[in-house]
T-cell receptor, first 115, second 115 residues
Framework: DADVTQTPRNRITKTGKRIMLECSQT?????MYWYRQDPGLGLRLIYY???????NKGEISDGYSVSRQAQAKFSLSLESAIPNQTALYFC??????????????FGSGTRLTVV | AQKITQTQPGMFVQEKEAVTLDCTYD???????LFWYKQPSSGEMIFLIY??????QNATEGRYSLNFQKARKSANLVISASQLGDSAMYFC????????????FGAGTRLFVKA
């Protein structure tokens, strides 16, 4: 099994629908992140969590919410999807040490299309 | 504000030749880490190389090296002896203490390797 698993891998949904993207990890990391990738914009941070009781907004949190159900699980919800939320979404984890060299472990991504 | 700039949206290189992908960054934090990630067409994010701001030598990992010029705030990725499998999107990224140990990404450079 992958260290960081995202479900679903692909999803097409209609405008106005609520959708949840799920992320689970077996790394034992405390820190988890949700990013979205858009062409020409790179990856932008939506939300992040440094432990189960800690949730923080990133640079583009409007229209999104998250839930940290357990150390291993971090879900991203779009309450009412809109077409400009069409993007590739990544979940990532990192160690809880404040160590600059600790890179991310990424999930495989969820390609979301809102029609 | 912290920022990563990748000015080359697309690059072409002939197979077996070397190529440099540019990255400049902006931070006021004296302590930071720089990363390069590769994203093949399959979509996953692959860690390539890391450089710490206090590292005296440029980082190398196989055919990848990082040309770190601290005064210029640049962290260019050099790929030697390009292979067809190097065709991918490449992201430069930075992590710092004042950034809360979150990682910010550049817009990416798409590399095309020609046979």
């Amino acid at each position: 099994d992958a260290d960081v698993t995202q479900t679903p891998r692909n999803r097409i949904t209609k405008t106005g629908k609520r959708i949840m993207l799920e992320c689970s990890q077996t790394k034992g990391h405390d820190r988890m992140y949700w990013y979205r990738q858009d062409p020409g914009l790179g990856l932008r941070l939506i939300y992040y969590s440094f432990d189960v009781k800690d949730i923080n907004k990133g640079e583009i949190s409007d229209g999104y919410s998250v839930s940290r159900q357990a150390q291993a699980k971090f879900s991203l919800s779009l309450e009412s999807a809109i077409p400009n939320q069409t993007a590739l979404y990544f979940c990532a984890t990192s160690d809880n040490r404040d160590n600059l060299s600790d890179g991310y472990t990424f999930g495989s991504g969820t390609r979301l299309t809102v029609v | 504000a912290q920022k990563i700039t990748q000015t080359q949206p697309g690059m072409f290189v002939q197979e077996k030749e070397a190529v440099t992908l540019d990255c400049t960054y902006d931070t006021s934090d004296p302590s930071y880490g720089l990363f390069w990630y590769k994203q093949p067409s399959s979509g996953e994010m692959i860690f390539l190389i890391y450089q710490g701001s206090y590292d005296q030598q440029n980082a190398t990992e196989g055919r990848y090296s990082l040309n770190f010029q601290k005064a210029r705030k640049s962290a260019n990725l050099v790929i030697s002896a390009s292979q067809l499998g190097d065709s991918a999107m490449y992201f430069c990224a930075m992590r710092s203490n004042t950034g809360g140990f979150k990682t910010i990404f550049g817009a990416g450079t798409r590399l095309f390797v020609k046979a």
